[in-house]
């Protein structure tokens, strides 16, 4: 269903929202952009201070809320208008109380920000709506017209949660901050221990959820990680000694052990970090220390994920409020596969308190599966991952890995899994320096000592497959691709056309017999022309797995590359800066130049993210007409509300209007009333330490990509010869909506605009009315299932699990 928005659908109604139970970074995006689109409706908007707390209390605690008064709210972490734990609405006084202080303003709409105890709230609160009137006419409370008025109440639920345990979404509100803060100190920690030769234990949030613990010991390579869905054997303190031996003996420096805070054994009796520290110390003699991240978890400047997830959700919690009828039950606005969903409210709860009671009847298989499909492949690849002893019996088969055009922060995680997962496989593993170039020189690709203990060899040779094992965890961190391997930047911008022959020769040479390829729009291209070469060179006949990494986000076949997300937080810390020393100075407007090449995904995401006036790209062309009218709006801005201006523009939004023509318009036309100052971010954009996404994501796409060619070469396998030449044996592995899918090279190059260097359908195209509701503009909205279906028609075969 197209859901026809217009800007007066809220014209006579009112909504109050409120954030209820523990904090979480990305609330305030939320609040925000209910306010501002409630506004943009034509409705009354009220903020509710400190939770349920201040809907019982009444008074100054409910306050209409302006469009100036969200202002600069996004980078702030926890929630501005406050929460609460309340015992008073848990009883029936205390929902009459808040239920009168709602109709004496005549607020018939709720949005609830919190975890699912404050939704059991909410729903409850709703189901009592009839007789709580009823209650209050009889007393005295508020009168029968006033009654009749707000005869129903309608609920509109978002979960903000850092614990992500919440069934029915993808992501909750400031699980992925969370995951930065955690990884920031994974990082500083990892440091220090290998200075130290030291054990550490880290003790992560969550509850009874080992989300958070699972992604960081996938993040960072975590020696074991405990989470309280599935306890380990009993006899895990013997194994967990012997891994720590054995990660020594191979010669790494340090141990991280990763600990859920609800982690149990199989007996349901806590595992503790002190309880870890003191066998480790006990048996091993190990120097070992314990830290436990507390609620540093939950405070700090929310992710550019978490701020577009709190935006998203709460433009649809709003629609949701304003299309409601008497009828309409509780509803929760969940993320599923990129769009924001609406979803019966209880049935989710129902489902998280069902995870609970399977792990209190010790049914952990069940624990983990009602999780859902993200959570069980996590664990899954995790657990092959800390895989240390690859079998006796060698597969017979090559495969080699190689970077393919500029770098992007989180290579590395991609190279590491494959690599491990390969050597789990029994194969034996090839890199290649240099992309396309150093394949068509086969010199490239030789064994070599690691050049320090925090690298790996070239070449796993069959005498140093431990040794791999051991050091190539380290690879997670650095960003870029500063090839895992060895630490010779392996990236080339060089397509193989040409070299058709030498490739040919190098891949006879060293007997390989399947291909990954991780890269941007070059790794694609150049992956074509492989393909169209296996007509005049049988050699070329082998299997070929494209990932995509790239922080333009510009390859066809997937939501997202690896790197983007880490580029996309680069830019919105960026702004963050920006926009306070535009605070400090009052009525400046900067104009920031983003990187993607004609793709405007940066530009776009970082506005929406860092609260940006408008975002120029190539996608959504714009006119002289367009700027003035941008001009003018800013103008009116600095005179009678905020006084600063943030205005992105992508490298190739237009060849005549560049970055010097904007900023040069903005400053004649903003004389008197404003400054202007510009910014090009440049390759700044490109490093950094990738974040916990583009690590976790980089993790699973390389071990998938693995297990496909794997499956690929016995498939074409042929009296010891591999000969695949069929377009399903080259493809892309991509993110499509929910799930990693693998689709065929030759079907991907109808969808693309290769002059352009885009793909023809793009995703996140439809937020940009998003973008500009938030900036205060009239826009029309559509992020309808069927508008989202629109930008991703595809056809692919889809891995065995989603992300």
Sequence with gaps: QTHNRTHNLGIGKAIAVLTSGGDAQGMNAAVRAVVRVGIFTGAKVYFVHEGYQGLVDGGDNIQEATWERVSMMLQLGGTVIGSARCQDFRTREGRLKAARNLVKRGITNLCVIGGDGSLTGANTFQAEWSSLLVELVKTGGVTAEEAKNSSHLNIVGMVGSIDNDFCGTDMTIGTDSALHRIMEIVDAITTTAQSHQ??????????????LAL??????????????????????????????????????????????????TKQGQPITSEDIKNLVVKRLGYDTRVTILGHVQRGGTPSAFDRILGSRMGVEAVMALLEGTPD????????????????????CVQVTKDVTTAMNERRFDDAVKLRGRSFQNNWNVYKLLAHVRPPSTKSGYNLAVMNVGAPASGMNAAVRAAVRIGLIHGHKMLAVHDGFDGLAHGQQIEPRPPVSSQQIPLV????????????SRDSTGPGGCIDAFSGISASNRTLPKKYLEEISATISSFNIHGLIIIGGFEAFTGSLELVEGRGKYEELCIPVCVIPATVSNNVPGSDFSIGADTALNTITTTCDRIKQSAAGTKRRVFIIETMGGYCGYLATMAGLASGADAAYIFEDPFTIRDLQVNVEHLCEKMKTTVKRGLVLRNEKCNENYTTDFIFNLYSEEGKGIFESRKNVLGHMQQGGTPTPFDRNFGTKMGAKSVAWLTGKIKEYSRHGRIFANTADSACLLGMRRRSLVFQPLAELEEQTDFEHRLPKQQWWLKLRPILKILAKYKAD??????????????????AEANI
């Design 198 to 211: 030291r054990t550490f234990v880290l003790e992560v949030m969550g509850r009874h959820c080992g989300y």
């Design 215 to 264: 992604i960081t010991a996938l993040a960072c390579g975590a020696d074991w990680v405990f989470i309280p869905e599935s306890p380990p054997e009993d006899d895990w303190e013997e194994h967990l000694c012997r891994r720590l031996i054995e990660t020594r003996g191979r010669g790494s420096r340090l141990n991280i052990i990763i600990v859920a805070e609800g982690a149990i």
């Design 328 to 347: 309409t039950p509780a509803c929760v606005v969940s993320l599923s596969g990129n769009q924001a969903v609406r979803l019966p409210l209880m049935e």
């Design 460 to 471: 796993p040779s069959p005498s140093m497959p431990d040794s791999v094992l051991s050091t």
């Design 781 to 798: 909205l559509d992020t309808s299932e069927k508008a989202h279906l629109e930008h991703i028609t595809h056809k692919g075969v889809p």
